[in-house]
């Protein structure tokens, strides 16, 4: 048998950054331009609306899946045939 397996996603939701981290790194990003300025922006939280909408999109792709192929050990499947002409004995309906 062959089983369509869904992987695991590592997308994570992004924090952001706190007032005060970003204006650390926006100092230092300042103090490394030739004219001591930054056009750096706050990193916000990502909203859940955006993480659901990254995480569909990642689970849209094939690469989500991985085809495992599983053997019945033959004990397993002659059970399986003996419960099969069981239910069928049962129900009338065996042809043998």
């Known amino acids: 048998m062959i089983y369509n397996v869904l992987l695991k996603s590592r ?3 992004k924090t952001g950054e706190s007032e ?4 650390l790194r926006r100092m230092e990003l300042a103090a490394k331009n030739k004219s001591g300025r930054s056009t750096a922006q706050r990193q916000l939280p990502e909203s ?12 849209s792709r ?12 033959a004990m ?3 059970c ?3 419960e099969a ?3 069928a004995v049962l129900r009338g ?3 043998a």
Do not use: G, M, N, S
């Open 11 to 13: 997308l994570q939701q």
């Open 48 to 59: 859940d609306e955006e993480i659901q909408a990254r995480l569909a999109a990642w689970y």
């Open 85 to 87: 002409d069981l239910d």
């Open 20 to 23: 005060a981290e970003f204006e």
């Open 93 to 95: 309906r065996h042809t």
């Open 76 to 78: 397993d499947a002659a």
């Open 62 to 73: 094939d690469e989500a899946f991985a085809a495992e192929l599983t053997k019945l050990p």
């Open 80 to 82: 399986i045939v003996v």
